[in-house]
């Protein structure tokens, strides 16, 4: 099987090396050529210099996995591909793209008799020694072409992999598991605060995490490398208390007032990032205020 | 090494059934006896028909393992212990009390003589088989003395039990643990609610759960246990949406606002629990009742 991997930043580019360890040629594009030419040297994908040479080198049907910055770079390269790929051909979006995205994107490319399937990675930088695990949304007949390529980037042929539901469903599905993990690390982290709080105990966080990833209710990934971060550092003193947010986040809690479901935690777990990228504090600089102004309470001075 | 154990239920009849199968001698006693004489046939434990008689049989120092409900049963017990144990002796708590009361019975006991530690216990029905998760506060002279025992009860002998500081931070640690342990599984129920929710893309949710134990950023052992109900049953018609919560959910709040620290995700899930339990909806009821007020709004009718 040959496919084209377009976007080889650090995703895309752990992917190539892992298809190319299981036997699948990689024709990579990527806008930048540096990294392309260092996997030619490094695993003997087919380097392209252009979307152009990477379509040319691929059989019908051709397939395009894109592994691209979601919004605005997955669009035009969506628009682009529309134009040059033929019926029959396939794009699979790897990325982190919106669901709503994906619908309209797939509606798009069918339009043109081309085949769209949208695939929800989540593994991170630990993907290419265990294996992505992938939920891939689009047409039967369109997963089955690209199989092999979902069996070698999985963990296993037989798991760590599925096909979802239509086209949408996977970056859907990914949407929620992000959500989820806010929600989990958002309550490791205020459990972790709690015990390093209790100063008369002394406890060590890095012995507490260590022993719960053995038989407690708790263990988890999530935890597996918390233990490993804390037991190199537990003060956290060069760290500055930001914490980013990506799409998935948002797209889980507005999800959740579409549908008009309660996801309170979910919701509450980004707006505590959100919180925490708050630097001037503005809501508590008023609160302050108002203390003053009906109680007489000191405002603390800057 | 013996020891007595006080308090065969689920969790203690299991523990007996594991240091049994690891060589250590247990007398074991049980207000109800029809558990004691079961153990006795099946790991050959040494019975005891009263507090007393379990003492009789135990070497100084004595070493007595209470596997008691929290509040009055456990309270009762270590002051009845006070008054019957000598100098050296030790008793671990190893059921879910409250810290503080574990500080304050330890305070108790050391003003005679007898050693005390508390030991967070995880693990739940799955710890004959896989081991406990253990942690334990108290002096190391004393924690040294029932090593065997943890090492017995933990998965290994040297994983899965921990000594965490002083007598109350086993507790403690435990008590953060299954705060944790609610917003993680709020945060798991949020999710695939909203997976459910979205009747287009009709996702099995028992397929998605699976998917996720291989490679995803939320692996973990409540995703494991969550895969394998909803493989069963993903309806869940018969099951009433009622989340019970003991006191460590509580605890852990409440420690959140005695310390001043934020826990809203651990606080926010548990007040989720206390709204399953709410089947009257009187908060509701006003609601509605003021959206009627002011705005004319239709209350729908019972």
């Known amino acids: 099987m040959r496919i084209a991997l377009f976007g080889l930043g650090r995703m895309g580019a752990n992917m190539a090396r ?45 397939v395009i996995w ?11 390269m969506v628009l682009d591909l529309a134009d040059r790929l033929e019926p029959g051909d396939i794009v699979i979006d790897g990325g982190n793209s919106n669901y709503h995205d994906s619908q309209r994107r797939g509606a798009l490319l069918a339009a043109r008799g081309i085949r769209f399937a949208d695939c929800g990675t989540s593994g991170g930088i630990w993907g290419l020694e265990n294996g992505y695990c992938l939920m891939i949304g689009g047409d039967s007949d369109t997963i089955e072409v690209v199989t092999p390529a979902l069996q070698a980037l999985a963990p296993a042929a037989d798991r760590g ?62 935890l597996d490398l918390t233990a490993d971060a ?23 809690v507005i999800e959740g007032v579409d549908q008009g479901i309660a ?6 777990a980004l707006q505590m990032r959100f919180n925490s990228q708050d630097k001037e504090g503005y809501p508590y600089k008023l609160l302050a205020m108002m203390r003053n102004a009906f109680g007489g309470h000191a405002i603390k001075q800057r």
Chains 1, 2 share one sequence.
């Open 18 to 62: 892992r298809l190319r360890r299981h036997g699948i040629e990689v024709v990579g594009y990527n806008r930048s050529q540096e990294i392309v030419q260092r996997l030619v040297e490094e695993e003997g994908i087919l380097p392209a210099a252009s979307v152009a040479e990477a379509i040319d080198q691929l059989p019908a049907p051709r």
């Open 230 to 252: 804390l037991a190199q550092d537990q003060q956290l003193e060069t760290v500055e208390p930001y914490v980013a947010d990506s799409g998935e986040g948002r797209w889980t």
């Open 161 to 222: 992999w599925a096909h979802v539901g239509p086209v949408g469903s996977g970056h859907f599905t990914k949407m929620v598991h992000n959500g989820i993990e806010y929600g989990m690390m958002q309550a490791f982290a205020e459990g972790f605060a709690l015990m390093r709080g209790k100063e008369e105990f002394n406890i060590d966080l890095a012995q507490v995490a260590e022993l719960w990833r053995h038989s407690s209710v708790v263990r988890s990934w999530l």
């Open 66 to 76: 894109l592994m691209l910055p979601s919004g605005a770079p997955t669009e035009q």
């Open 263 to 268: 996801t309170p935690v979910l919701a509450l």
